[in-house]
């Protein structure tokens, strides 16, 4: 084979050729970091071509961009390649970098003649590099989704870390106090606050180099934030003075159901880093997940007081029970039975039934109905009871135990309470009876003839006024006539379409069993109030005793 292209003085050989492109190709995949390789690039071709500028920029059309460049100072990497502008300063020769090209070489006029083998060896050296530069840039892809495999990893340690502190504890503080941690933690930042608020539950506040004030002032212009957001992005100025004069640099707004409760802030990040998208989903994926753990213990602490307000009010419930009598005395001549339904755990309604001292065979029955419901009403009821038996044991007309019972109620009786009442003082063997009633419902009398009487108020309710005065009215009951004590939870028990119970009804619940016997009658009574209601909630305390006359039996000769 003949020896070509041979000339020593301006030429490499072939052969000379060939073993510097197989160095060159060895060099240009020695590595797989893209800025050793685009330098040696840029030697070999200045070097090869005696050119005293060159520039490489990776990409394709507009979207190439500097990579490399040699003797331009008006390029510098990272900038975008402009074909005019390379052509200004002075690049007369662009070439593809392989085939598709993966980038473009630019390089000024070269400083000796090219011979078509040369232009061979430049595009097989480029074809050599486009390869290269490939797998460089596969490369770093790779290593940057490692990187960011690395940092998801951390992420989400970081997240499954939090979930465990947060689960394993009750203490919405302590929830607050691993957030602001974890938060801080995450950005090696020295400032963060956490501060929360809900209706019923201590404020939350946990804070380092900060001092906002309680959250619950300005939740209604943390509400319209975005998840994560820096101050330029808060158009409430206050809002946005309060955090800046803290120097926050980030804030999450703490939500439940829609609803916000708190925030979440962090101060600057060291050495001037700021909070990318990265970090702000980051930190509003932590943020939620605590919310949700601060939620579980505010809900666990309300059940727990509901629990003890249940077991108190149980026990209440017990003792109230045992304030009515647990027996109505037995009365030769009176047939006398009592019930008392509370609308909640505890009601306000109250009756007894007490043998009184004095001639004859006097029989006091009470009926008696607290303002209001609940607790308050049933210590009131309590105290009624008390008074009521305390003053049993003087020798008082019915009038006078009135009046001493009003005036000792509204000594120990808030201005707003008060007691209505009737109570009536039966002889039980004659029948004659007094009754005053205290601002209480019209006491029935159901005649044996079927006449129905109803006896009004004759006096305030007890503990309105000091000093108030009663009069005592008076009638007899005949032999099989029936008297009805109430309060105003039986007349006025409702359904669902509003409609009361009533006197009429009343009337003809007890006419229905007249005959019957008194606790028959407080039965039927009772049952009519359920069907007529059909179950619907009861609002108010239902209280009912009826007093029957009955014939004396005869005492033994």
Not at 181 to 195: F, I, K, P
Not at 404 to 431: H, I, M, Q, S
Not at 502 to 512: D, E, K, S
Request: charged fraction near 20%; aromatic fraction near 6%.
């Amino acid at each position: 084979m003949p020896d070509v292209s041979h000339d020593p003085s301006t030429s490499l050989t072939r052969g000379a050729r060939l073993g510097a492109l197989l160095e060159s190709a060895q060099l240009l995949h020695a590595s797989l970091d893209l800025d050793p390789l685009l330098a040696h690039l840029i030697r070999t071709v200045m070097g090869r071509l005696l050119v005293t500028r060159a520039v490489v920029a990776i990409g394709d059309g507009d979207a190439a961009r500097v990579a490399a460049v040699r003797g331009l100072r008006h390029l510098a990497v990272g900038d975008g390649f402009d074909a005019e502008v390379a052509e200004r300063l002075g690049l007369t020769c662009v070439l593809p970098i392989g085939s598709p090209p993966v980038g473009l070489l630019g390089l000024g006029p070269y400083g000796r003649s090219i011979d078509a083998d040369e232009e061979g060896f430049l595009l097989g050296l480029l074809g050599i590099a486009a390869s290269g530069i490939a797998n460089a840039r596969a490369h770093e892809e790779a290593r940057r989704l490692n990187v960011d495999l690395d940092r998801k990893n951390q992420e989400l340690a970081s997240l499954v870390e939090l979930g465990r502190a947060v689960a394993r504890t009750t203490d919405p503080d302590e929830v607050a106090r691993v957030l602001g941690l974890t938060l801080a933690g995450q950005w090696a930042v020295s400032r963060y606050a956490v501060l929360a608020a809900r209706a019923g539950q201590q404020p939350i506040a946990r804070q380092k180099g900060m001092l906002l004030p309680p959250c619950d002032r300005y939740l209604e212009a943390l509400a319209p934030l975005p998840d994560a957001c820096t101050l330029d992005e808060i158009e409430d100025a206050a809002l946005r003075d309060l955090l800046t004069a803290q120097r926050v640099a980030l804030l999450f707004p703490l939500r439940i159901g829609g609803h916000t409760v708190g925030l979440a802030a962090l101060g600057p990040r060291p050495g001037g880093q700021g909070y990318g998208p990265k970090e702000r989903e980051m930190g509003a994926g932590m943020a939620a997940q605590a919310v949700v753990a601060l939620e579980n213990c505010w809900n666990f602490r309300e059940i727990l007081e509901k629990q003890r307000i249940e077991k108190e009010l149980a026990l209440a419930a017990s003792i109230q029970r045992t304030l009515f009598p647990a027996e109505l005395p037995h009365v030769d001549g009176l047939d006398i039975a009592a019930a008392s339904r509370p609308a909640r755990t505890v009601g306000g309604d109250y009756y007894d039934g007490l043998r009184v001292q004095g001639s004859g065979t006097p029989y006091l029955l009470c009926v008696a109905d607290v303002a209001g419901k609940g607790v308050a009403a049933s210590l009131l009821m309590s105290n009624m009871q008390a008074t009521l038996r305390a003053l049993i044991g003087y020798d008082l007309s019915l009038d006078a135990l009135a009046v001493r019972t009003n005036d000792l109620l509204f000594v120990a009786t808030p201005g707003n309470k008060y007691v209505t009442a009737v109570l009536l003082l039966a002889d039980a063997v004659t029948g004659q009876c007094q009754y005053v009633s205290a601002g209480h419902n019209d006491m029935l009398v159901l005649r044996s003839s079927g006449a129905a009487e109803w006896f009004p108020a004759t006096g305030l309710a007890f503990g309105m006024f000091p000093g108030a005065t009663y009069e005592a009215g008076s009638f007899t009951l005949g032999p099989e006539d029936v008297s009805v004590l109430y309060s105003d939870g039986v007349t006025e028990a409702q359904r669902a379409d509003g409609e009361e119970f009533g006197t009429a009804r009343l009337l003809g619940a007890v006419r229905a069993v007249a005959s019957a016997q008194a606790e028959a009658t407080v039965a039927h009574v009772l049952r009519e109030l359920d069907l007529f209601t059909h179950g619907d909630p009861q609002y108010d305390d239902i209280t009912i005793a009826v007093a029957k006359k009955v014939q004396v039996p005869s005492q033994p000769r």
